[in-house]
């Protein structure tokens, strides 16, 4: 059974950095694409980044380019989402999911991803 728990959510303010992990198991981590989603109050979930199983390539929503980082350590089955000079649209619940099948080759849409963690809550204030 895949279990994904992700950490690291917590207040912070406008232009603050932050960083989420994400430990998977029960599943071959290095063979799966991972992504990061997000849901704000009253909002439909989006995706935000994901990264290949290699960690050679990702891809990041519009929004979010050039201000957050998607990496993985498959040593350690960890997937991690950095973030930086976050802004008050940024305020979510962060899941990280696994992509449904090993080598996807649509991993980097976003839509081809189960096995969701709880999330965890990133709330910025100004």
């Known amino acids: 059974q895949v279990q994904l728990v992700e950490s690291g959510g917590k207040l912070v303010q406008a232009g603050d950095s932050l960083r989420l992990s994400c430990v998977a198991s029960g599943l071959p981590f290095s063979k799966y694409a991972m992504g990061w989603f997000r849901q704000a109050p009253g909002k439909e979930r989006e995706f935000v980044a994901a990264?290949?199983?290699?960690?050679?390539?990702?891809n990041y929503v519009d929004s979010v380019k050039g201000r957050f980082t998607v990496s993985r350590d498959n040593a350690e089955n960890t997937v991690y989402l950095q973030l930086t000079n976050l802004k008050l649209e940024d305020t979510a619940v962060y899941y990280c999911?696994?992509?449904?099948?090993?080598?996807?080759?649509?991993?980097?849409?976003?839509?081809?991803?189960?096995?969701w963690g709880r999330g965890t809550q990133v709330t910025v204030s100004s």
């Open positions: 999911a696994a992509e449904t099948v090993p080598y996807g080759s649509t991993w980097w849409r976003g839509d081809t991803y189960g096995s």
């Open positions: 990264i290949i199983w290699s960690g050679s390539s990702a």
